[in-house]
């Protein structure tokens, strides 16, 4: 059997302008939780993980640390000072790892409604092709605009795909990448497109539109529904 040990990195440091809140996006409360707290509870039964390591502000290191004690105890779990852009604090994360683990699984902290089965089959995907990514169908018609905002091309929708979140690759491929990625000063908007840069494949998992990223006040109120209703 191929190791399939995996550490977790979780960036926690995005804030909370864009929900309207002074509180950092993770540390929002529903249902009694911080959308960290929630998101992080969806791993901590994944048999796989080896690792889990949460950059964060330092203001709420020591809140972070409180809840990777209690939901991973006896499992290296630990919460490290961020950067100042997410690709940062994966970077950081990255030479903070201390165990042997085979793979990396990058998520979003504020994206706590993936499922444990699609976490499974994104790292079963990781394990064949090297890396795999959460992603679902585009529903909507894409415009590409040039640079006057009017409509240059309409790419063919049936091959346009949403990236999510879990990203899991072997942990050697995301830290050539991110190498790679520095030397280029290539900052990329996620970390496949780090990987995909330095020619290594990704394959695409097919995920749920559930597993939404909260990012505007919509969003929050949804999440909360969710939350509420034990979806």
């Not at 699984?105 to 499974?120: C, G, L, M, S, Y």
């Not at 092709?129 to 894409?142: E, M, P, S, V």
Request: net charge neutral; proline share 6%; hydrophobic share 40%.
């Amino acid at each position: 059997m191929p190791d399939r040990s995996m550490v977790l990195i979780i960036p926690a440091a995005g804030s909370g302008s864009r929900l309207g809140s002074d509180i950092p996006k993770p540390f929002i409360e529903i249902g009694g939780k911080t959308i960290l707290e929630h998101t992080l509870s969806v791993f901590a039964g994944i048999p796989e993980l080896a690792e889990v390591i949460v950059p964060t502000s330092g203001d709420y290191l020591g809140k972070t640390r409180s809840v990777l004690d209690r939901l991973f105890p006896g499992l290296p779990a630990h919460a490290i000072e961020g950067g100042s852009e997410r690709y940062k604090s994966v970077q950081i994360a990255l030479n903070s790892v201390q165990s042997d683990a085979a793979f990396v699984a990058v998520h979003d902290a504020v994206r706590p409604f993936v499922r444990p089965k699609e976490i499974v089959q994104c790292l079963d995907a990781a394990t064949e092709f090297g890396g795999a990514i959460l992603a679902i169908r585009a529903k909507d018609t894409i415009k590409v605009s040039g640079s006057d905002g009017t409509v240059s091309s309409t790419p063919n929708r049936t091959t346009l795909w949403q990236a999510q979140t879990p990203q899991i690759f072997q942990l050697k491929i995301l830290r050539r990448a991110y190498r790679l990625a520095e030397k280029e000063r290539f900052a990329g908007t996620d970390d496949a497109s780090l990987v995909e840069r330095s020619g290594e494949i990704v394959k695409l998992v097919e995920g749920d539109a559930r597993n939404f990223k909260i990012t505007y006040p919509l969003d929050l109120k949804m999440a909360e529904w969710l939350i509420g209703n034990n979806k």
